[in-house]
């Protein structure tokens, strides 16, 4: 069974409300877990890495007022888009690496779609 | 410069045959961590295989098998006796250093199709 799972999988907001993504650590405590976005037909584009109970990190040419993190325990990590748009619309998804470092577990996606 | 190149956008395969995803690399850390996901169309990613760059020996699951060529900075993954099932998009990718925290680079994938 899945041992990170991201909820929801599927949204559509109107645009200029906002949206929050869960993920979450089944069997494992994660310090760490990374967003990803993916436009269709591309690669994963890491967004920012979620550290429990510290600041996220993001990547450059991420805005972080609009793609909020919150680590705030050792299973859960929620990345909220805010005051979204048409172009915000892409599937996002999460991953948990264990405690060895050697897998890393990814979450079912979630895509979002905004009207 | 391109942490992780996969050269091939597409490939095709005949059922029950070996196929042979390449990937390239680009580090200059003695640390790092080499991984292959599967992308169905669903979306989600599955975890293959890794080989770590201590590793002497190449890593197998399966019918999968990790081609380590080091000096080369290669990592090709090879699927054995190909399925059906196997048609997806496959994903390179590189963790610089062996902790949890560092950062995963992906390729931009290679498309799998397997023809019956």
């Known amino acids: 069974g899945a041992v990170v799972s991201q909820h929801p999988s599927r949204v559509i907001c109107k645009s200029g409300t906002s949206v929050k993504i869960e993920c979450r650590s089944l069997d494992f405590q994660a310090t760490t877990m990374f967003w990803y976005r993916q436009f269709p037909k591309q690669s994963l584009m890491l967004m920012a890495t979620s550290n429990e109970g510290s600041k996220a990190t993001y990547e450059q040419g991420v805005e972080k007022d609009k793609f909020l993190i919150n680590h705030a325990s050792l299973t859960l990590s929620t990345l909220t888009v805010t005051s979204a748009h048409p172009e915000d619309s892409s599937f996002y998804i999460c991953?948990?690496?264990?405690?060895?470092?050697?897998?890393?577990?990814f979450g079912e996606g979630s895509w979002l779609t905004v009207v | 410069a391109q942490k992780i190149t996969q050269t091939q956008p597409g490939m095709f395969v005949q059922e029950k045959e070996a196929v042979t995803l390449d990937c390239t690399y680009d580090?200059?850390?003695?640390?790092?961590?080499l991984f292959w996901y599967k992308q169905p169309s669903s979306g989600e990613m599955i975890f293959l295989i890794y080989?770590?760059?201590?590793?002497?020996q190449n890593a197998t699951e399966g019918r999968y098998s990790l081609n380590f060529q080091k000096a080369r900075k290669s990592a090709n993954l090879v699927i054995s006796a190909s399925q059906l099932g196997d048609s997806a998009m496959y994903f390179c990718a590189m963790r610089e250093g062996l902790y949890n925290f560092n950062k995963f680079y992906f390729g931009s994938g290679t498309k799998l199709n397997v023809k019956p």
């Open positions: 080989q770590g760059s201590y590793d002497e």
């Open positions: 580090t200059s850390d003695q640390s790092y961590g």
């Open positions: 991953s948990a690496p264990d405690n060895s470092g050697n897998t890393i577990y």
